[in-house]
Nanobody
Framework: QVQLVESGGGLVQAGGSLRLSCAASGLPFSSYAMGWFRQAPGKEREFVTGISWSGGTKHYDDSVKGRFTISRDNSKNPVYLQMNSRKPENTAVYYC?????????????????WGLGTQVTVSS
């Protein structure tokens, strides 16, 4: 049974930093591309960033470039999302997703497995 479990969410002040983690089990983690999406209240789930199976390719939504960093260590399993310079509009539930194709997809339809999400709230 495949499970993706996000952690690290919480309340942070605007301008602050937060690091999310996603631990995967039940799949060959090192061959999957991993992505982070977010969904704010009343809005569609949107792509934030993704990383290829090797870590050699990363894509970021323009809104987070220069502030967020995705990383992975295939020997340790989790994929991380470092979020700096948080803004109140970044408040959302953040989801981790896994894609068997191995390369980064920027649409949610490209991912087979999803975590339950972790709430991130940025206060102004």
């Amino acid at each position: 049974q495949v499970q993706l479990v996000e952690s690290g969410g919480g309340l942070v002040q605007a301008g602050g930093s937060l690091r999310l983690s996603c631990a995967a089990s039940g799949l060959p983690f090192s061959s999957y591309a991993m992505g982070w999406f977010r969904q704010a209240p009343g809005k569609e789930r949107e792509f934030v960033t993704g990383i290829s199976w090797s870590g050699g390719t990363k894509h970021y939504d323009d809104s987070v470039k220069g502030r967020f960093t995705i990383s992975r260590d295939n020997s340790k399993n989790p994929v991380y999302l470092q979020m700096n310079s948080r803004k109140p509009e970044n408040t959302a539930v953040y989801y981790c997703a896994a894609d068997a194709w191995g390369m980064v997809e920027m649409t949610k339809d490209g991912y087979e497995y999803w975590g339950l999400g972790t709430q991130v709230t940025v206060s102004s």
